[in-house]
């Protein structure tokens, strides 16, 4: 019974939400008055923005706080005086009670103050119960969340169900001081993860876990992955006369709305957001586009891409959606592809490398997958370290590159901790906090140490059976 239990719960509460904050700076000469303007005209604009995602989550946690109303039940006289009780008195996280789920939690602040939460959830054993893959389980939970800072406690609930191939539902925090949190989850494996918005509209991350040491080990995480990615990043070089032998090109996959499989928040967030910097900022003759995409549909953009590029140019190819592993295979997922294994439906990387290596005629190629299960058998490193930089990145630009970085490599990898995933939001701060040219092997950097408190590792490879001849990808801005 407790592991039956204790499989319902891993999903039971989680809530992985991170906010990202895009913390620029800048240091200005009174003598530069034009420059402060168009600073200060922009920092209006990203307060303006960040004001409207503030509003819309408030929003969405209204409505959710709503609909909650219809699944949480009223709770006996015992339950309640118990949830009283824990919630006079502040509890450490080393001394709270025996419980089937442990959980540890970031809240993330625009003012760089993140706030740490803990807790504990049981199951519901009065609620109705669901069957998934053969098992029973509990549809509702409850438990008690704690800050760490001692400011505030919370009262839980969740239920959970089976949606497809996967366990899903929902969670909401009622907590003193009049904050409310609130958000779906889903299981992942061995871990339970999901998202959601406070009432002051902020994001939280969740994670759940069975045992209270893993549960502490995450919560150290949450604090040392927070201050990685408020710390500044590498932001290129600048002053270069670099010329590129061709032109600029990119095609970008983003599948979130699957028919078959759960649908995921990142991915179109992300090749969006990539498409408008890409455009706006950087040289990039022509984005390709392709939202929630077939299997045909990404096939025609794989061959639209090799009709118009040519061997002096630039490609970069970025896919983000649902990936999976069949025997030794790797592929993946179009938003009609199946849950079970079928090479009509879903698309095989080997079928991907026939084009790269035969249809595209590229001077440098770069391949960005975040996707579940994606690896290459080509690996390779090297680090360029020379004074005069500005001939050293001409050298990269003139020499043949065909490189891949992805998310993760065998492995699951994580969808969204606010409207980006972590490996796209890396790649966005970097292209956007970079002042003039960045090589791809800089962003990898970025990236994996912005990854350092995940469990999922980043993976970069040069693929030499593609004609990798010591080049990089370099970004240059417009």
Not at 44 to 60: A, G, Q
Not at 189 to 214: A, P, Q
Not at 267 to 281: A, G, M, R, S
Not at 447 to 476: E, L, N, T
Request: net charge positive; glycine share 6%; proline share 2%.
């Amino acid at each position: 019974m407790y592991r039956l239990i204790s499989s319902i719960f891993l999903f039971l509460f989680i809530t992985s939400f991170s906010l990202q904050t895009n913390a620029e700076t800048s240091w200005i000469t009174k003598k530069d008055s034009k420059k402060k303007i168009v600073k200060e005209t922009k920092n209006e604009t990203n307060n303006w923005i960040k004001k409207k995602e503030v509003k819309e989550n408030k929003k969405k946690l209204k409505e959710k706080i709503k609909e909650s109303k219809s699944w949480i039940t009223k709770k006996s006289k015992k339950k309640l005086k118990d949830i009283k009780d824990n919630l006079k008195k502040h509890k450490d996280i080393e001394v709270l009670p025996k419980a089937e789920f442990y959980f540890a939690a970031v809240v993330k602040s625009d003012d760089g103050e993140d706030t740490y939460i803990y807790g504990y959830v049981n199951s519901d054993k009065k609620s109705s119960t669901f069957n998934f893959n053969n098992r029973s389980y509990y549809s509702k939970s409850d438990g008690i969340a704690y800050f760490e800072n001692k400011k505030n406690r919370c009262e839980v609930d969740s239920q959970i169900g089976s949606i497809g191939s996967q366990m899903m539902g929902e969670v909401v925090l009622q907590c003193k001081e009049n904050l409310k949190m609130i958000g779906g989850f889903r299981q992942s494996g061995e871990i339970g993860k999901g998202d959601g918005v406070t009432s002051k509209g902020e994001v939280v991350e969740f994670e759940f876990y069975t045992t209270k040491n893993k549960a502490i080990a995450k919560l150290d995480k949450y604090k040392d992955s927070s201050k990685r990615l408020r710390s500044p990043m590498i932001a290129g070089t600048t002053d270069m006369d670099l010329k590129p032998t061709g032109k600029y090109y990119a095609l970008l996959i983003g599948n979130s709305k699957y028919v078959n499989w759960a649908s995921l928040k990142s991915p179109v967030n992300d090749v969006t957001e990539i498409k408008n910097v890409l455009e706006n900022q950087y040289n990039f003759e022509k984005v390709i586009p392709i939202i929630n995409g077939t299997r045909k549909d990404i096939f025609d953009g794989i061959k639209k891409l090799s009709e118009i590029t040519t061997d002096k140019d630039y490609v970069l190819i970025y896919y983000s959606g649902h990936g999976d592993i069949k025997s030794t295979q790797s592929y993946w997922i179009p938003i009609d592809g199946g849950l079970k294994y079928d090479p009509t439906e879903w698309i095989n990387i080997r079928d991907i490398e026939v084009y790269l290596e035969n249809e595209i005629s590229a001077h440098h190629l770069a391949v960005m997958v975040d996707s579940c299960y994606f690896a290459v058998a080509s690996k390779g490193t090297s680090k360029i370290d020379n004074k005069n930089k500005a001939m050293a990145y001409n050298k990269l630009l003139n020499r043949r590159a065909r490189i891949i970085l992805s998310s993760g490599s065998n492995e699951p990898v994580e969808d969204s901790v606010n409207k980006h995933s972590k490996f796209g939001f890396s790649f966005i701060q970097s292209l956007k906090n970079n002042n003039k040219t960045i090589r791809l092997y800089e962003i990898t950097e970025n990236i994996f140490i912005d990854h350092a408190g995940s469990r999922q590792q980043p993976y970069h490879a040069k693929v030499m059976s593609w004609g990798h001849g010591g080049g990089d990808f370099i970004f240059i801005k417009k």
